[in-house]
Structure formats: C-alpha cells, structure tokens
C-alpha cells in the first residue's frame, strides 16, 4: 500500500474542504450568526492538517486499486469527520457522533436529520449543511480526480472507485476531461433551478438550499413541511423535473450536447428510468384521486413530484404521505429500492441492475426452451461481461444480507422491526426520509450506537457497498513484496 499518495490525495481533500466552507462562513458573518467562530476554527484547522499532508514527499505517484479504494473510502470518512465540526462547535447538535450522523447524512445525499428545532440553527449552519448535498452529490472526489494530474497522479482508479453504478466508463479519453464535463454540467444546472426558484418567488438563499437538495438528491429540510411549505405548484413542478433530472445518467447530457439524440434517447437505462417516473406517477395518481384527492390534476402533480422525489432518493414531499393509501405508499417502497440511474447523485439499486436482472430472468425462462443457446446479455447493443454479471449478482445479495443484519443490529437497542427496518434501508438506499413509512420514529431518538451504525450503512450505500468492505479487509493493507 503507498501511504504516502494516500496521505497527499487526502490532504488535498481537506484543503478544498476548507475551501469550500468560505460561503457558509460568510453567511454566518452576515448574518452575525454564532457559527462564525465555529467555522473560523474549523477551516483553519482543516486547512493546517490537510497542507501538512500535501507535504509529504512521494516516489511513486501510482494509484492502483488497493490506493484507490482506500482515498475513496477515507476521503469521504475524513471528510465527514472535519465537516462535522462546526456543527457540534456551535452546538446546533449535543454530541459530536450527532453531527457527524448529520453532516455523514449530507455528504452521502440521505438526507436523515437529528437536529431538532431545524428552523432556529444558524443560517450558515444550514448552508453548510445543504452544501454538502451538493458536494457529495457529484463527489468531492470526481472534483479532485480532475486536479490530479497536477500532481502527476492517474486517477481513473480512484473515479471508478467512487463512481455509483455497475459499471464505471469515461465519457472523454481523458478522464480529468471526464471530471471537469460531468462538473460543468452540474454546475449549469445547479444555476439553472436556483434562477428559476426564484423566478418563483422564493427567496435568493431558500433557493441556494433546496437547489443544493435537488442536484445532489439528499432532501436535509429547513422548514416545517418540507417543500410542501411552498404552497406554489411552480416552485413544486420546478423541483419535481430537476428532481428527475438529477436521476438520470450525466453521461446522457453530454450525449445531447454533442447532438446524439438518437442515441441518448435509445439508450435502454434512460428509457426504463423515464417509464418507471410516468407509471408509477399514473398509477399513484390514480389512486390518490379515487381515495384521497378530489382533482385529478393535484393528484398527478402530487403523485409524479413524490414518485420524482422517492426514485431518486432526495426525500422531500409535498404533503402527508403517512395519510395516502397503502399501495401508493407501497410503489414509493419499491421507487426507493430501484433508486435512480448509474452515473447519477441518486441512490438505491440503480436502474442498469434492474434492467440487467430483468434481462437475466428473460434469458433464463428462454434456456428453458431452449437449453443450449448462447444468450448473451445486452445493454445497448454491447454485450455485458460475465464479471459484470457477477458483480451485480454479488451486489443484490450483499445488499439484502446488510439489510438484514442492519436491521437485527438496530433492534437490539428495543426498536420495532418496522423502525429499524425502515432506517437500516433508508440508510443503504440513501433515503433517510421515509416519510411515507407511517410508524417512523424520529432518528434523534436513537443511541449514539445506533446513529454511528447506521453513519456506516450511509457510507457504504453512497460508495456502492464494496468500497468499505474492501477498505476493512485487513489483507488490503499489506504491502505486496
């Protein structure tokens, strides 16, 4: 293992932390918040750590995968340990293990609170907070990939690594040209909903918030209500598309900046996601209208912003789901699971594995007929390895068991099956607001244990769930002679 490049990347990690928390400390500044000392500390403290660690002198600047696994998996760790600080310095929480659950919650985009009395924190606690949905939504990591090359560091690794999804492809040759294309995408949408937010007539810094929610699908509320405090079909509607947007594979917008429309649109992981969001938004609609809505129109509206909302992980809601039918609340249950697309901020499954399933299914009722046929599994057109296969096999089945583990763990503390069940899931699927589970306990209440295990669970939903598992196997960290 080469500590030293491990060590210098992480370095550089925290000095763009402490960088990025420059907005927030100015919120604070202005608005003569008590967080402003707090932040003060915090990014001298960062700044100092993370420029030690640059310092380190290396030989060899080669990433292999054991290196690359474990920047990613520590990098969002330590991340998540320094920007925790001015959460618990300002004592917007009563532990310091509460404010790394919290600030764990925004850079892994869950969205799960334990902050109590959200609307009397700091505001530029609750800048930070939010932002770190969007930092994490593309990845810190991504972000650094692109600076890598100054340093004279391959970082394909470490992309593949962090990048959610099956199956980790560049979208350029280069993949610090990759990096900076999947960014400024990020970026012209992040300014695209916050004008149109406040074309809405929301306020310039609510529309910063819930942009950050949006893009980086995480959902951390800062009134009452939720979205639904916004009694405005625009601003909902707004939300509810760039929701979806933010769901669908970014590799597709550069499909359709180099005009491939044929292609963006024929692509198969697009399509099911795109039907998924109008089926379920049909049939949620329906039934809302028939049990609980008087207009169709509201029941639709309502029907594809939390079919948009639950998809992609992002959480957020316009009304009371605990007070919708069951099976709305049931299709919101299996939105969660199947999550959004590869190569998005969203959580969950991912759309490409159900689809691959699905294909594997086909593939083996046609065996069955026709019992020595090569059937090969295709996603558009190009044949999917049997590693790949494999992998996704593997993934489902880890995904269950850690389930069902979580969920025996998180009982022992005297937790109803339906509670800890509920928060292991929305945990690993990285939707910690399950609103529409109608006994929810509130997560505040849950031991400190508790909130570190499920902290964990946060992680290894964000970073596909081998990343950590590979980072903890004590054999990676030997050197190999």
Known sequence: MNYGIIGRVLGMILIIESILMSPSLFISVYTRGEDQFPFIITMFIIFVIGGILYKIKVKDSSVNTREALAIVALGWIILSLAGALPLYLSKVTETYIDAFFEIVAGFTTTGVSVISNIEQAPLGILFWRSFTHWIGGMGILVFTVALLPILGIGGFQIFKAESPGPIAGKVVPRIRDTAMILYITYFIMTIAQILLLIFGGMGVYEAFIHTFATMGTGGFEIREGSVGFYNINYIHLVIAIFMTL???????????????????????????????????????????????YASIGYSIKDAFFQASATITTTGYSTADLKLWPSFSRGILTLLMLIGGSAGSTAGGIKVIRILIMFKLIKREVLKLFHPRAIIPIKINNRAISNEVVAGIYSFIALYFVIFIFGTLIISLEGIDLINAGSATIGAISNLGNLKFVGSLRSLSEYSQFSKLFLSFLMLLGRLELFTIIALIVPKNWRRVV
């Open 246 to 292: 933010s769901g669908v594979n970014f590799s597709i917008y550069y499909l359709i900046y180099k005009r491939k429309f044929k292609e963006a649109f024929l692509n198969e992981e697009f399509r099911l996601y795109l039907g998924i969001i109008i089926m379920a938004t049909i049939v949620i609609g329906l039934n809302l209208y028939f049990t609980n």
